[in-house]
């Protein structure tokens, strides 16, 4: 406890100190050191199975206050609540509706991350929910289970009414995941966590801002699980199953247990892998997630924490000293995201053990692919010195502006251009890096697989089916195009949030 304490004022320190060189008002930043907050109970959306609702449900966007803590009351957005939304649960085969009214006052969309649907109904910058209105997509959920996320998708703004509150919880199961057994009691033994970071001033949310922070994404000297600071999460002495959602905007976790013990990932971002794998620690890029079985069974309480995140650009790597705050915030040590509090449960029956394997999956193909596409995720060194400059970057930019900080094979976002046009059904190759760091690429509408990695065999954490993977070194990606785009368009972006808001977009159709 005194080693987290220590830990809180020392970040506190740097933030604050780092944050003033850089010309940003920090008022009260060692509030912390004052009013560090108690565990909180962690906080469990509430859950809406759309079966159970008639195959509908409802979500409204809405502005609130949120004391995030006690006595501080921050101006947040959230889906029928003041922050984050319910969990919307759909079953495979299943047709749904969603209602989302905009409350906000302001545009907004709401996309289905990992969904497979029509992109006319994906949720993406086109489908514009103005203020006052509803939008009523029908769903059509055709994939295996999983664990999916919604959010904010609007254009030039997602990062800030992400960072705001606007995600939630999006389950997909089916009845072959029923067949193992896996602990599947909401909020008992089967856990969404949202992991996001959050920057507070004097214990209210700011939105971090500046060019600095704008290149590395933004950061926040606090962790939040489903909105709770310091939560604590009571669970059953048994097996349990958490859903990881890294719905940071930029920041990479690096999760492990701090007795150091194992656990299983079971599901990556399209649904269950083909076996268990055991792991000590397991990262997590923004956009991604996975599901891993932990057990708790010896009763010992413990803390889930992360690793210090080092991406950033290379030129802030290199700039150093005091101004450069994201060096500061990203050399602390570990930093504890949820502690874990097991209890005894009376009659509480699930199997216990960790299930040989899970499902079967058709191997990669490549062999299948009909073209191969190259994608380069810019950030340019020229770029970044105009921005530094105050000018905009070397990229061609979109809307006519002539500039632009980030892009994708040296062009902006550009919402009246289509970037590339694919065929319905195909197979192909998509070969994407990244500049300066290492980007979180999704492409919507999509599942894929990952052939290589650097010219090599694929790590670990690379195996299963996705739809958002960290881009470097080049990745071979084997995609299959199932899903129409004819009427609108599909995104393909990096999920570091201000990137995408600055131009590391494209955009593709189907004939
Ligand atoms: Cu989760 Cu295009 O985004
Ligand atoms: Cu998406
Ligand atoms: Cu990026």
């Excluded at 909105?227 to 349990?240: C, E, F, S």
């Excluded at 216990?352 to 995720?377: C, E, G, I, K």
Aim: proline share 6%.
């Amino acid at each position: 406890m005194l080693q987290d304490d220590v830990m809180m004022s020392r970040r506190a320190l740097l933030t604050g100190a780092a944050l003033a060189g850089t010309g940003v008002a920090v008022a009260g930043s060692l509030w912390h050191d004052r009013a560090a907050p108690e565990p909180q109970l962690l906080r469990i959306p509430d859950l809406i199975d759309l079966r159970g609702m008639g195959q509908s449900a409802s979500l409204k966007v809405q502005r609130g206050t949120t004391s995030f803590f006690p006595g501080r009351e921050s101006r947040t957005l959230g889906y029928n609540g003041s922050y984050l939304g319910p969990t919307l649960r759909v079953h495979s085969g299943d047709d749904v509706e969603v209602a989302v009214t905009n409350a906000l006052g302001d545009d907004t969309t709401v996309h289905w991350h990992g969904l497979l649907v029509p992109a006319e109904v994906d949720g993406g910058p086109h489908q514009l929910i103005r203020p006052g209105t509803t939008w009523r997509p029908v769903l059509p959920v055709r994939q295996p289970a999983a664990t999916l996320f919604y959010h904010s998708h609007v254009h030039d703004r997602t990062a800030e009414q992400v960072y705001t509150g606007l995600a939630g919880v999006l389950l997909v199961t089916d009845d072959e995941e029923n067949l193992f057994g896996l602990p599947s009691e909401y909020g008992v033994d089967d856990l969404p966590l949202v992991l996001q970071d959050r920057q507070f001033e004097d214990g209210r949310l700011v939105i971090p801002n500046g060019m600095m922070t704008l290149m590395a994404g933004r950061r926040g000297d606090t962790m939040l699980v489903n909105g709770t600071v310091n939560p604590i999460a009571r669970v059953p002495r048994q097996l349990v199953r958490l859903r990881f959602v890294n719905g940071s905007n930029a920041r990479i976790f690096d999760l492990s247990f701090r007795d150091g013990r194992t656990f299983h990932w079971i599901a990556s971002e399209g649904g269950l892998l083909e076996l268990p794998v055991k792991l000590q620690s397991l990262s997590l890029a923004p956009g991604e997630r996975a599901e891993v079985l932990v057990d708790f069974s010896d009763g010992r309480s413990v803390a889930l924490q992360t690793a210090p995140d080092r991406n950033m650009p290379t030129m802030m790597r290199m700039v150093g000293g005091p101004r450069n705050f994201l060096r500061d915030l990203v050399d602390l040590d570990h930093e504890r995201v949820l502690a874990f509090e097991p209890t005894e449960t009376a009659g509480h029956r699930t199997k216990t053990t960790v299930p040989d394997r899970l499902v079967t999956r058709p191997n990669p193909d490549s062999s299948r692919a009909v073209r191969r596409r190259r994608f380069a995720l810019n950030m340019g060194m020229g770029g970044m010195m105009a921005m530094m400059a105050g000018r905009g970057g070397m990229m061609e930019g979109g809307r006519g502006s002539g500039m632009a900080m980030a892009g994708i094979n040296g062009r902006a976002f550009d919402m009246d251009r289509i970037d590339e046009k694919v065929r319905l059904g195909d197979f192909e190759i998509w070969e994407a890096s990244g500049e300066m760091m290492a980007h979180p690429l999704h492409i919507h509408g999509v599942h894929f697989q990952v052939l290589s990695r650097g010219g090599a065999k694929p790590s670990v954490r690379d195996q299963g089916i996705r739809d958002t993977v960290l881009v470097k070194e080049p990745v071979e990606l084997l995609v299959q195009f199932t899903q129409p785009a004819t009427r609108a368009a599909f995104m393909y972006h990096c999920h570091i949030l201000e990137h995408e808001d600055n131009g590391m977009m494209g955009q593709f159709t189907t004939d």
